[in-house]
């Protein structure tokens, strides 16, 4: 079967990094996204990466490694408005998109 | 303004009524999406569109229907034979299916079944 996993929830510091772990086992790979999702709001497109290695975005970074079916979500400088939670999901060979449970974090002044 | 409009926010029926959940988009998107959200569970895709007059059920489409005569509208119904119909319903759309194009997400609907 197809699995995304992420943690369920993470606690970090205003002003500090947060590495958000997914790892995947899928049917074929067409790339990964990455969302965030504010509770009760619809999720939001934050970076898509289909090659290895580290996509950098302002304060946010994703990185990717296809042979480990591992990404990460790096972020930098943390805001209070930075609390919501992180989907991972993996667009497999049929390009459906095969979602994580999500991460939510919670970020304490 | 472009985006995607998902009306009401929030819904309530009563136990073995049918209803429809709106979803507009004015993007000029081909492809629509419905998932459901439910807690701790990521999201699980229902139906989805590539072209007008065509769908094709995802994991999980029993007891769900949609319809697509625009491009725009993309309506989803919940019939009572779902088993479990409260949820948060979610409506994207992409400019194709068969491409690595990103979704885009309406607000959603939380609909309540009493």
């Known amino acids: 079967g197809q699995n995304i996993d992420q943690p369920t929830e993470m606690t970090a510091t205003e002003g500090a990094i947060v590495q958000i772990n997914c790892t995947y086992q899928t049917s074929g790979f067409n790339g990964l996204f990455w969302y965030q999702q504010h509770a009760g709001e619809a999720p939001t497109f934050l970076s898509y990466n289909v090659l290895d290695g580290l996509e950098e975005k302002g304060r946010f970074s994703s990185f990717l490694s296809r042979s480990k079916g591992y990404s990460y979500l790096l972020l930098k400088e943390l805001q209070m408005k930075d609390s919501a939670s992180y989907l991972c999901?993996?667009?497999?060979?049929?390009?459906?998109?095969?979602w994580g449970a999500g991460t939510k974090l919670i970020i304490k002044p | 303004d472009g985006g995607i409009t998902q009306s009401p926010k929030y819904l309530f029926r009563k136990e073995g009524q049918n209803v429809t959940l709106s979803c507009e988009q004015n993007?000029?998107?081909?492809?629509m999406y419905w998932y459901r959200q439910d807690p701790g569970q990521g999201l699980r895709l229902i139906y989805y569109s590539q072209i007008v007059n065509d769908f094709q059920k995802g994991d999980i489409a029993e007891g769900y229907s949609v319809s697509r005569e625009k491009k725009e509208s993309f309506p989803l119904t919940v019939t009572s034979a779902q088993k479990n119909p409260t949820a948060f319903y979610l409506c994207?759309?992409?400019?194709?299916?068969?491409?690595?194009?990103?979704?885009?997400f309406g607000p959603g609907t939380r609909l309540t079944v009493l």
């Open positions: 993007l000029n998107h081909d492809a």
């Open positions: 994207a759309s992409s400019q194709i299916r068969t491409d690595t194009d990103t979704q885009y």
């Open positions: 999901a993996v667009l497999d060979s049929n390009y459906q998109l095969i």
